[in-house]
């Protein structure tokens, strides 16, 4: 007993052992005193609770709540609590974040959407030739949007009240369909270029895919569900915005029905019967961020009703079985129309039919989902010229805004131009063969012109194309 006495005599001083008058010890947080709370609890750094504060704060840790914060900076400026944290709160004096507002939805008018003439005149600056397939173009994306109004304007009317589902009383709405697109035509006719043209001009999220890394669910491969996760991604992740996107699928031509195989064909037919549910439109999970659905990915639902879905592919012997059909009621006599009539024809794609398709490979259904069909001509040596030099983003002025940077003037002479065209016709693969045409005989110039500051014209003759010479150089005055 003496001993407590005495080690409460030293915490506490009284006024008989010549301490100086009694500590008065207050609560940390409400600054109430002992004598009006009772007794206080110690914790580390010399912070001391009432009853009451210690038993407030321990219920907003039990409920999570987010008014923590306000606790923590009252008593941030307590010395030596600077780094106390509960419930994994850092100890701050910054507001809470404010909480995200959910982005308005993309609605479209008719005075927001371009109509198909004026799509058409847009695409004419940055594409040469095929009027055709622009126009086709133009008309069914115009139609997309106006049928993305209608549906609009019917939810609308739903609910205000205006129209009730099932009244016969009240005017019906028309229920338009979505007409997705096929286009057909050899390779590098610009039919990847014309969809990212598209889509810029029209300010929606494109998605681009390759079919050939498609498979089946459950196999190696990309899951059908992919090609959504694309456009998701282009959208921000906002699924509003990528439902009104455009989808572009290139080398369709490779899931055409594999022939004379016994094996499962789990990236041919399967593929096509997978995509039937995006064409004509369903509710479909999306993995975020991923190809292919697994557990640790999250999921968003995404409605393809809205989707564009812009399909292309070169079709590698389409040519021969359009010819087979067009030479079955060949017959004998004067009249008779010749077995080799069509095998010069470079626009023989333009008279494909669906029956020409589905002979190829295509399944009935999957055309029955694509009834916009667009096809391409095969470029010719004076559209290969006007590709060099006519659009707004035409190969030969990306490289005389490369040379301008050092000061020097690029020129092509028109002999320069004919002699590039003519190899790039050689070589069958479209305008692709422009670039690396150029490329192997602009990499020498390039390369030497930053030597010399004298030189500021540089003219590319034919003579320079074909071997047997080379630039005009002209110095600077």
């Known amino acids: 007993m003496e001993e407590d006495k005495e080690v409460k005599d030293k915490s506490v001083p009284s006024e008989e052992q010549g301490g100086g008058e009694k500590e008065i010890r207050h609560c940390s947080i409400c600054s109430r005193t002992e004598d009006v709370v009772g007794p206080l609890f110690t914790l580390p750094n010399g912070m001391m609770l009432c009853s009451d504060c210690l038993q407030r704060g321990m219920d907003m840790v039990k409920n999570r709540k987010p008014d923590l914060n306000g606790i923590l900076r009252q008593i941030k400026d307590i010395p030596g609590v600077s780094m106390v944290s509960l419930n994994g709160v850092p100890l701050t004096n910054e507001e809470p974040a404010p909480e995200k507002k ?30 055709e397939a622009k126009k086709l173009l133009s008309v069914a994306v115009y139609n997309h949007y106006k049928r993305l109004i209608n549906d609009e304007k019917h939810k609308a009317d739903l609910k205000s009240g205006k129209v009730k589902e099932g009244d016969p009383n009240l005017p019906e709405t028309i229920e338009i369909q979505k007409s997705n697109v096929l286009m057909i035509g050899p390779t590098g006719s610009g039919k990847t270029y014309l969809v990212e043209t598209l889509a810029k001009l029209l300010d929606v999220p494109l998605a681009m895919t390759d079919a050939t890394s498609l498979t089946e669910a459950g196999y190696i491969g990309d899951d059908i569900e992919s090609v959504l996760s694309k456009l998701l991604m282009k959208a921000g992740n906002n699924v509003k915005k990528a439902e009104h996107g455009i989808v572009f699928i290139d080398e369709i031509d490779k899931i055409a029905k594999k022939k004379n195989t016994n094996q499962r064909d789990v990236s041919g037919e399967a593929v096509q019967q997978g995509l039937l549910k995006l064409l004509e439109g369903s509710v479909v999970e999306v993995p975020v961020g991923a190809t292919s659905k697994n557990a640790m990915v999250p999921m968003k639902h995404m409605d393809t009703r809205n989707i564009l879905f812009i399909c292309g592919g070169a079709f590698p012997g389409l040519e021969e079985i359009i010819k087979e059909r067009l030479n079955e009621h060949s017959s004998m006599g004067f009249y008779a129309d010749l077995k080799d009539k069509y095998d010069g024809d470079k626009d023989l794609v333009a008279k494909v039919t669906v029956e020409d398709l589905r002979k190829f490979g295509m399944i009935p259904e999957f055309l029955g989902r694509l009834p916009v069909i667009v096809p391409l001509k095969a470029l010719t040596k004076e559209m290969l010229v006007q590709i060099l030099t006519e659009p707004r983003n035409a190969i030969l002025k990306q490289y005389e805004a490369l040379l301008a940077m050092d000061e020097v003037k690029l020129t092509f002479e028109e002999g320069a131009l004919e002699v590039i065209a003519e190899e790039a016709y050689k070589r069958d693969t479209g305008a692709r063969a422009l670039r690396s045409i150029i490329e192997s005989f602009m990499t020498d110039i390039m390369y030497e012109i930053p030597k010399d500051d004298a030189i500021g014209e540089v003219v590319i003759t034919a003579e320079y194309l074909q071997h047997t010479g080379g630039p005009r150089i002209l110095l600077r005055e």
């Open 102 to 131: 959910p982005e308005p939805e993309e609605k479209f008018t008719m005075d927001t959407i371009l109509p198909p003439h004026r799509i058409k005149a847009q695409l004419d600056r940055y594409v040469v030739g095929q009027d």
